[in-house]
C-alpha cells in the first residue's frame, strides 16, 4: 500500500544536539507537511512543501529547518534542540485540495 | 492566519447516546473543513469533511454542519459505540497559507 514512513520513530536527544527526523512517501502526491502535536494544542504546522522548488514557513516554524530533498522526500530539522521541542511529530501528503495523510509519528525527548 | 477553536476539550457519554464536537474559525474566506480521528497511539485520520458550498453532510452514524455566517462547524455521531473513543480534530484550510488550522483537539469517552 502507498503510505508515508517517518524515521526514526522514536528518538531522545540532548539540548544542543542536532535533530533531523526524515519522512518518505509512496503516495505520488506533490504536497508535504510538517505537523507538531503537544497535549492539549493540537497539530500545529511547522512547514509544508507543494513542490521541490517550494518551501514555505508554518504558524511554528522558529528553531526548524526542512528540506525538500526530491518529491518523495521531505525532512525536517532541529539546528538546536531544546526541551520545549520535545513533541509528537507527523508528517503528511496531499493532493491538491483535499485529504492529509499522516505517517506514524516521530516521537521526540530532548532533555 | 486562520484560528480554529475547538469544544469541548474532553467528552464522555454512554454508549449509544449522541455526542456533538463544536469548533469556530476566523477567516471568512476558508472554504475546506475535515474532521480527523485520532485513537490511541495511532496517526489521525479523515473520518469527514464539508466544503463551504454545502450547509450539511452525512455518512453512517456521523454527520457535520456548517454556518458560515457564523464561522461554525460541528461534528455530530449519533449511536455512539466504544470503538468511537479517541481523539476527535477539526480543521480549516487557511486561505493564506493554503495549508490546514486544527483545533486543539476534544478527547471523546464512550462508556460501555
Known amino acids: 500500500d502507498a503510505d508515508v514512513t517517518q524515521t526514526p520513530r522514536n528518538r531522545i536527544t540532548k539540548t544542543g544536539k542536532r535533530i533531523m527526523l526524515e519522512c518518505s512517501q509512496t503516495?505520488?502526491?506533490?504536497?508535504m507537511y510538517w505537523y507538531r502535536q503537544d497535549p492539549g494544542l493540537g497539530l500545529r504546522l511547522i512547514y509544508y512543501?507543494?513542490?521541490?522548488?517550494?518551501?514555505n514557513k508554518g504558524e511554528i516554524s522558529d528553531g526548524y529547518s526542512v528540506s525538500r530533498q526530491a518529491q518523495a522526500k521531505f525532512s525536517l530539522s532541529l539546528e538546536s534542540a531544546i526541551p520545549n521541542q520535545t513533541a509528537l511529530y507527523f508528517c503528511?501528503?496531499?493532493?491538491?485540495?483535499?485529504?492529509?495523510?499522516f505517517g506514524e509519528g516521530s516521537r521526540l525527548t530532548v532533555l | 492566519g486562520e484560528n480554529v477553536e475547538q469544544h469541548p476539550s474532553t467528552l464522555s457519554v454512554q454508549e449509544g447516546d449522541s455526542a456533538v464536537i463544536k469548533c469556530t474559525y476566523s477567516?471568512?474566506?476558508?472554504?475546506?473543513f475535515p474532521w480527523y480521528k485520532q485513537e490511541l497511539g495511532k496517526r489521525p485520520q479523515l473520518i469527514i469533511d464539508?466544503?463551504?458550498?454545502?450547509g450539511e453532510k452525512k455518512d453512517q452514524r456521523i454527520a457535520v454542519t456548517l454556518n458560515k455566517t457564523a464561522k461554525h462547524f460541528s461534528l455530530h455521531i449519533t449511536e455512539t459505540q466504544p470503538e468511537d473513543s479517541a481523539v476527535y480534530f477539526c480543521?480549516?484550510?487557511?486561505?493564506?497559507?493554503?495549508?490546514?488550522?486544527f483545533g486543539s483537539g476534544t478527547r471523546l469517552q464512550v462508556q460501555p
Open positions: 503516495k505520488g502526491h506533490d504536497r
Open positions: 503528511a501528503t496531499s493532493e491538491n485540495t483535499g485529504e492529509l495523510f
Open positions: 512543501s507543494f513542490d521541490v522548488k517550494d518551501i
Open positions: 480543521a480549516a484550510r487557511d486561505t493564506g497559507r493554503r495549508a490546514l488550522t
Open positions: 477567516d471568512s474566506a476558508s472554504n475546506y
Open positions: 464539508i466544503r463551504s458550498n454545502v
